[in-house]
């Protein structure tokens, strides 16, 4: 699925297991069917199981993967033009 990156969210918190919990969400909209414009969601990239995220900047163009578990992966798909 072709998304943008529309907003970008660090989480960093301790989770009840004492174990440190790092996150990015990138915020995202894509077409869908049955859907009049655009759908909206995120995608989440766990900095301890994934290392450094991506580095996605708002209004990139990214590809997500999805299998019947969730979310297998997102690259890439078009930078950001600069202004």
Known sequence: MKANVVGIQKVE??????KEVKLTKYY????KQNVDGEAVGHVTWNEINNGSPPGYKLKD????AYNERGTLGFDLEEPA???
């Open 28 to 31: 995202v909209t894509h077409k």
């Open 13 to 18: 918190f301790t989770g009840k297991d004492g």
């Open 61 to 64: 163009k990214i590809e997500v």
């Open 81 to 83: 033009s600069v202004f």
